[in-house]
């Protein structure tokens, strides 16, 4: 069993590394670079190497340590091999069996969005839920979903992918997907910003959104201040997203949604626009479902991570 | 442990029963009407009498039983009780608590629509997988998801109901539901005679389907006789159904979708109207998601109630 566990969460340009103990409470939190060049050949053993470090500096014996958790952007399969991972030059890689040979200690691996699922049901937003689907809405749209406190990884490790839903018809800029009409088009940080522009330039009334750099925290801030373009912005982000997240609960009956990445910054103001869509559209018996913001931050892939380790071990 | 098991699917008009050995082989199958009459207070009482009369006409000792399981049609919480199921008359019904006490027997209970999905991966078209999404498509449409060898049932049993995933903006007729613009009004049986009638009323062109009375069956024995209206048709409902499975496969990524329901009785020609949708909206890497037919017919009910009970004695 041991009585630590390592939380890592692979980054494209860091690595986030946590020691835990098994109650999960952090001893200890780093970052290295994540070197990418040759493939991302030295990442792997980059990670070994400071955990390897950790312990010693830590003065544990091995038999100390439950395992090494490691959330990756990529698909990830039941064994641990990611399919691809372009953010860190990977081709298809098998994570766990390359890190339990480098490390000699029990490795867990799993998607970074579906991790972070993890880590904010047993430590943050979503805690005491056993039923969520974690959506974080960053640059694009990331998503994790738990059934009875278990990840849905997927058969092919695509589970959880619902900024690729397909939400409108007619749109005629593609997705970075290569898919027309994705869910992450319009409620990403960045589909913000172009909602934002759309209405913009549909009118010619004033707005502060014409006087500066238009964020999705902008837009937030300004319908704060009851801006009009700003609220009417945030009406077609609410609409579409809360008719994404109806959807998903008329499959899943899922207790709670949890709102994550940076758009989330904006706080519970959201959910006065995401919750009357979804209202509107999900079927009656999973009109219940709550919406929660997420609280771990950048923090949510080292306690999932860890947390991998745990439920495979106990 | 015990030799047998029994399982019972309750619908509104009969009482479908089976009884297994442990590897799920039939040793018997019957049926009993469904007495609705009195707020259906009758139908447990009734279903526990015929299971003991089958007991002594086996002369199997009551140790040799593991247990009852039954599909109901309604929402089942994770205590076994129903929330309502209007066809049988009942109000919340406490029903693997009533039938244990009736019975002596443990017993299980599930949504039959999603015991459907459990039959059908235990003994028919899902054979080999473990996640999976089932959909009936009857005179609605009903939903099963599979994952991991696990019914979801959702937090308020409400898990699966696919029929209801809203799918088309602007639709002026209500579903049964309440909402406007259900998978359910375009994709059941009910939906394609809906289709039909539009196409058929948009212009004056011979067909068929005008000949005769139109169902899902005329339609698709139709499409195969090359009539242009039939085609049409084909191609709005699989636009539809195409389109809402490919957004259930980006949030799970399941192995296999199992397509029943008396739809299904067309045969694999549907998959020929569902599959090029499906391909273009769905996630990248959820696209290689099969589509087989069911192959228990009315019979998933009882196998997939027997399954319930070996999933919770084993």
Chains 1, 2 share one sequence.
Not at 161 to 167: A, K, Q, V, W
Request: hydrophobic letters at 40%; a negative charge.
């Amino acid at each position: 069993m041991g009585n630590y566990v390592f939380g890592v969460d692979v980054g494209g340009t860091s690595v986030k590394m946590g020691l835990f103990n098994m109650e999960g409470m952090a001893v200890d939190k780093w970052e290295i670079p994540t070197r990418t060049e040759n493939g991302g050949e030295n990442i792997l053993p980059d990670i070994a190497e400071s955990i390897h470090e950790k312990i010693a500096e830590k003065q544990y014996s091995k038999e100390e340590i439950a395992g090494i958790g490691i959330a990756v952007p990529g698909p990830v399969n039941g064994a641990g091999v990611v399919n691809k991972a372009v953010n860190l030059g990977w081709d298809v890689t098998p994570v766990k069996e390359i890190m339990e040979k480098l490390s000699g200690l029990p490795t867990e691996v799993g998607n970074d969005a579906n991790v972070a699922a993890l880590g904010e049901m047993w430590k943050g937003g979503g805690k005491g839920y056993t039923s969520l689907v974690m959506v974080t809405l960053g640059t694009g749209i990331g998503g994790g979903v738990i059934v009875d406190g278990r990840l849905v990884t997927g058969v092919d490790g695509a589970g959880g992918e619902i900024g690729h839903m397909h939400i409108m018809d007619g749109e005629e800029e593609p997705c970075n997907c290569g898919c027309r009409g994705c869910l992450e088009q319009y409620g990403s940080a960045t589909g913000i910003v172009r909602l934002a522009g759309k209405v913009l330039a549909e009118s010619d009334e004033p707005s502060i959104l014409r006087e500066k750099e238009v964020t999705a925290k902008a837009v937030f801030d300004a319908v704060r201040e009851g801006d009009k373009a700003a609220q009417e912005t945030a009406e077609r982000f609410g609409e579409i997203l809360g008719k994404g997240l109806a959807m998903i609960a008329s499959v899943l009956n899922p207790a709670v949604f949890v709102i994550g990445g940076g758009v989330s910054k904006a706080g519970e103001i959201l959910f006065d626009y995401i919750r009357p869509p979804f209202e509107k559209y999900v079927f009656s018996g999973s009109r219940d479902a709550k919406f929660v913001l997420a609280t771990l931050g950048n923090d949510a892939g080292i306690y999932g991570a860890a947390k991998l380790v745990l439920d495979a071990v106990q």
